[in-house]
């Protein structure tokens, strides 16, 4: 038998895209759900950095941090420059209008309390014009976990940051790898008394949001279908462990990027799954994308080198339930380590990722990606120094992943690099990296890199320093997917979902990673656009679903 149940707005999926579309829904009176297929809320974002990059916003400017609409719109389209035909004036100027409206609002209406990442430039300060040295990245304030009372079991965990510690502290303990130098009592107690930072803070002030507003919350409810009348999509259909349930509304899509979708991934990246993988929950597997392909809306995609994937590597062994096993490398970034292919010679700047990808995924004249695989080479200096992930500084690494030698020809054989390739690239490198200088790549120069992905004790390059120190070790790299799409849904003015004739589909709306980049942006990126595009078209989807009710 099956239950039906009817609302204003059924909003699918429970990332801050789908959170924020559901408490704007509710402020302005209409009646709405949030449907949820797994059983915790937070999605991709509670994993995430928490970073929500809006220009113009009204915490940098009650800080005197001086920005303006029209500046952030100049960034935007700089760095979107590569694909002037997938940039959209009209779209951007919408996201970034809406983007400054929408992170006040919510400060307004106590859902969060915002803060300031501090002096942490745009990715491309100071080159691309309209960038700023300041001002952009907001995340929320620390929250306790009790705040959140029962709701606070339905959270989901996350394995990629270190939850509890403030950007503030982490940079000024030296970095995101700089972990020999982080205060541990202090990450005890904020263990301990569950304070939530970074993306799994941002979905806590969200998800205590939603409850304190008493909205409806389904969870382990997959949709598996659009209900569609003559009108357009009239609701969703769910089957789940419980039963089958059909909720009537207006649909709102916020399921999240395409990464644990095979085939999705496949068609807009591309990367070969030996060298692939994501950092997102395995819930994220591009449902909202099928959805709406399924009822005849158009997909787009910016290049697959465009997307923000990240280096990482793969863990032998999963270490909790629902984990992938895939993790994010910050490590690359910091002095003392290169990446190299399998001739053993680098091939980007290998501290910045967009050149890491673009580099790993170049083509040659065979056709062939002459870059995959690619290896991270590192010393003993940096193994006592930042150690690797779950690994601490100086601890040993986990079995199976790193392969140490006591010199680089072993390292290189036992990795299957060319041996003398390696020798003679790191000995070119030193001769520089000894002075805080890449001559070659120009390893260091960003100054986004220096301040996230640098140890900012390191003298005189916070990602420059010479592998010398033996043993040396190394590991094969993957590209991983963040949960931050390359492709999805074409959808329009508030998130609206068009159809293959650029028309409207009546019912439907989509906000998020299951929304082709070109709703704002285009193929340009920038840390901290994933969140804020989510929040600002669930905050206007919302918003114009309702003026159409009470129109």
């Known amino acids: ?88 004036n009209q779209m951007a100027t919408e996201w970034v209008d809406g983007a400054a409206e929408a992170a006040k609002w919510f400060e307004t209406e106590g859902v969060i309390q915002w803060r300031l990442i501090p002096n942490y430039e745009d990715y491309y300060y100071p080159e691309a014009p309209g960038s700023k040295a300041t001002g952009r990245y907001l995340t929320g304030d620390p929250i306790d976990g009790e705040l959140l009372g029962e709701s606070r079991k339905l959270l989901v965990d996350a394995p990629h940051w270190p939850i509890g510690i403030t950007y503030e502290e982490m940079f000024a303990w030296g970095g995101v790898s700089a972990r020999d130098r982080w205060d541990k009592e202090l990450m005890e107690e904020r263990k301990s ?27 382990e409810q997959p949709v598996t279908k659009l209900l569609e009348d003559e009108a357009g999509i009239k609701g969703i259909r769910s089957e789940g462990p419980t039963g089958t349930i059909e909720i009537l509304g207006q649909v709102i899509l916020a399921t999240g990027s395409h990464d644990w979708s095979s085939a999705l991934s496949e068609k807009f990246v591309g990367i070969p799954s030996e060298h692939g993988g994501s950092l997102a929950p395995v819930s994220v597997a591009g449902d909202g994308i099928t959805l709406g392909a399924e009822v005849g809306a158009a997909t787009s995609a910016v290049p697959g080198t465009a997307a923000p994937i990240t280096p990482g590597y793969k863990l032998p062994e999963p270490i909790f339930e629902g984990d992938s096993g895939y993790r994010g490398c910050y490590e690359h970034c910091m002095p003392h380590t290169i990446l190299v292919n399998e001739r053993g010679r680098r091939f980007c700047d290998d501290s910045f990722h967009p050149d890491v990808i673009a580099g790993a995924m170049r083509i040659d004249k065979n056709g062939e990606k002459p870059n995959l695989p690619f290896f991270m080479i590192w010393d003993d200096w940096h193994h006592n120094r930042y150690g690797l992930g779950i690994t601490g500084p100086g601890q040993p690494y986990v079995d199976g992943l790193v392969t140490s030698a006591s010199d680089l020809t072993t390292l290189a054989e036992e990795l299957g690099i060319n041996s003398s390739g390696l020798e003679e690239t790191i000995k070119e490198f030193n001769i520089y990296a000894s002075k805080g200088e890449d001559p070659y790549f120009g390893r260091g120069s960003n100054a986004s890199v220096r301040t996230f992905r640098g140890d900012g004790d390191h003298k005189p390059n916070p990602n420059v320093g010479p592998v010398l120190d033996p043993p040396f070790h190394g590991m094969k790299m993957r590209l991983l997917n963040t949960g931050i799409a390359a492709g999805g849904l074409v959808a329009g003015k508030s998130g609206r979902v068009l159809d293959k004739n650029n028309s409207p589909i009546e019912g439907l709306f989509a906000v998020g990673e299951c929304v082709a980049r070109t709703t704002g942006g285009g193929a340009g990126y920038n840390s901290g656009y994933s969140l804020c595009r989510a929040m600002t078209y669930g905050y206007l989807a919302a918003s114009e679903i309702a003026s159409k009710k009470t129109g």
Not at 25 to 52: R, Y
Not at 199 to 206: H, K, S, Y
Request: charged share 20%; net charge negative; proline share 1%.
């Open 193 to 219: 008394s569950d304070t939530l930072t970074f993306g799994q803070g941002i979905a806590a002030w969200f998800v205590k949001g939603i409850f304190e507003r008493d909205i409806d919350v389904f969870t």
């Open 1 to 88: 038998m099956t239950e039906k149940i009817s609302y204003d707005v059924v909003v699918v999926g429970s990332g801050i895209g789908g959170l924020a579309a559901a408490i704007r829904a509710h402020s302005l009176g209409t009646s709405v759900c949030i449907i949820e297929k797994s059983a915790h809320l937070g999605g991709a974002t509670a994993w995430s950095g928490g970073q929500v990059w809006v220009g113009a916003n009204h915490v940098a400017k009650r800080l005197g941090i001086e920005d303006s609409i029209e500046e952030t719109l100049e960034y935007v389209r700089s760095i979107a420059g590569n694909h002037p035909e997938l940039f959209d």
